[in-house]
């Protein structure tokens, strides 16, 4: 039973454009979400979060997207860039600051310069 | 400055051998974790454990059995090994309730 879910595995985007990554979940008890990077050989590294108080948290190029009665959330990566080529991954947690992450399976994204 | 480093990066071993996975973290954080991403790229978290505590323990065989011999060690070794724990096994650290850092992983083959 996955409760995150992101049904894309795979999206390319030109260089300069904006990258719409998806993410939806099934646990309504998810109040924290978070986006992290992995390029290969490597670990996931912390990209951008959001609480559930919030719709919309903003961090320089990343601005991730919440909504709550849909259960979905979306990263936005605007300009995207070459080096944001990488394997983006979505994660929940409940109970904000909870240990237990539950992270989606991925969607590898490819920027074309 | 290496946070979160983990050895070996590769274990390729025999059925049955029983092998141990070490994670360290430098960031002076009081909860580790231990996640496994099996062959459909799925993460799934394992233990953590917060103050060489265990708090979370996701119904894993206890063939696994994590180590934490201080705040800043937490070990994995595993019994008997089968065909299907190969995968990429993860180290995480973070301070309690915060957003957790990542060790590089180890690669297991199991043949």
């Known amino acids: 039973d996955q409760q995150v879910k992101q049904n894309s595995p795979s999206l390319s985007v030109q260089e300069g454009r904006i990258s719409i990554l998806n993410c939806d979940y099934t646990n309504s008890m998810f109040d924290y979400f978070l986006w992290y990077k992995k390029y290969p050989a490597e670990g996931p590294t912390f990209l951008i979060s959001?609480?559930?108080?919030?719709d919309k948290n903003e961090d320089g190029r990343f601005t991730v997207f919440l909504n709550k009665s849909a259960k979905h959330l979306s990263l936005h990566i605007v300009p995207s860039q070459p080096g944001d080529s990488a394997v983006y991954f979505c994660a929940a947690s409940a109970d904000f600051g909870n240990e237990k992450l539950t992270f989606g399976t991925g969607t590898r994204l490819t920027i074309i310069p | 400055d290496t946070a979160v480093s983990q050895t070996p990066k590769y274990l390729v071993t025999q059925m049955g051998n029983d092998k141990s996975i070490k994670c360290e973290q430098n960031l002076g954080h009081d909860t580790m974790y231990w996640y496994k991403q099996d062959s459909k790229k799925f993460l799934k978290i394992m233990f953590s454990y917060n103050n060489k505590e265990l708090i979370i323990n996701e119904t894993v065989p206890n063939r696994f059995s994590p180590k934490s011999p201080d705040k800043a060690h937490l070990n994995l070794h595993i019994n008997s090994l089968e065909l299907g724990d190969s995968a990429v096994y993860f180290c995480a650290s973070s301070q309690r309730g915060r957003t957790q850092y990542f060790g590089p992983g180890t690669r297991l083959t199991v043949l």
């Open positions: 959001i609480s559930s108080i919030k």
